[in-house]
């Protein structure tokens, strides 16, 4: 028998090795300092404001986002979506017993998490299902990736996470007495020649 997938939902994982997470862990504690921060999906901890992409930033963050931003150009590539760029990124500091409740990511195609200090006690990224298959699957002894309900991925120092953007996920709470830092982002389809085709499709050309 011949097996199609469609409407799969693909999550990708990876390293990056060029980040300097001991800078970023003091650029981002620094931030905090000087702003409150905002409240979405986070339930305790603190969430930075989203930041200007345009802005001048220091180099280590630089080097991060083009890390990330080669790990988008893999994951479209390997998808077969338009390419795509970086449209906004925030910071986040979660200390013990704060989570991040069940959400999506409205405006964007694929979003992520880099995480620059982080275990598996501090809180695990998780992916639901919305397919319904729960009202059809009995109880199994083993789940696999076709019949489980959800996702589940350990945090670690350099790890990057990268998923659909209007898949539901949340974050586990931190059970640890030390903070659990990353960065999220966002991404929106390149404004480049190859992509004027799909502008015009949606009426953003004439």
Same mark, same amino acid.
């Given at each position: 028998m011949k097996a199609d997938?469609?409407?799969p939902t693909i999550i990708w994982q990876g390293d990056l090795k060029q980040a300097n997470n001991f800078e970023l862990t003091e650029y981002v504690y620094k931030l905090k300092e000087e702003s409150q921060g905002r409240k979405i999906s986070n339930y305790g901890g603190w969430q930075s404001e989203a930041q200007d992409l345009l802005a001048q930033k220091p180099i280590t963050v630089e080097v991060l986002l083009q890390g990330i931003?080669?790990?988008?150009?893999?994951?479209?590539k390997m998808a077969e979506l338009? !390419?795509?760029?970086?449209?906004?990124?925030?910071?986040?500091? *979660?200390?013990n017993g704060s989570?991040?409740?069940?959400?999506?990511?409205?405006?964007?195609?694929l979003?992520?998490?880099?995480?620059?200090?982080?275990t598996p006690e501090q809180g695990r990224i998780q992916f639901?299902?919305?397919?319904?298959?729960?009202?059809?699957m009995p109880r199994l002894p083993k789940y696999s990736q076709i019949t489980s309900q959800k996702a589940t991925y350990n945090p670690a120092p350099g790890k990057i996470i990268i998923f659909p953007s209007w898949v539901k996920h949340s974050v586990e709470g931190? !059970?640890?007495?030390k903070d659990r830092i990353s960065m999220s982002? *966002?991404?929106m389809i390149a404004m480049t020649p190859e992509n004027d085709q799909i502008a015009k499709l949606n009426g953003f050309q004439q």
């Open positions: 997938l469609w409407f931003q080669n790990s988008i150009n893999q994951c479209t338009p !390419t795509l760029q970086i449209s906004d990124f925030w910071w986040n500091v *979660n200390p989570y991040n409740q069940p959400h999506n990511h409205r405006d964007s195609l979003s992520g998490v880099y995480y620059i200090d982080a639901y299902r919305e397919d319904d298959a729960e009202f059809f931190n !059970t640890t007495d982002f *966002n991404t």
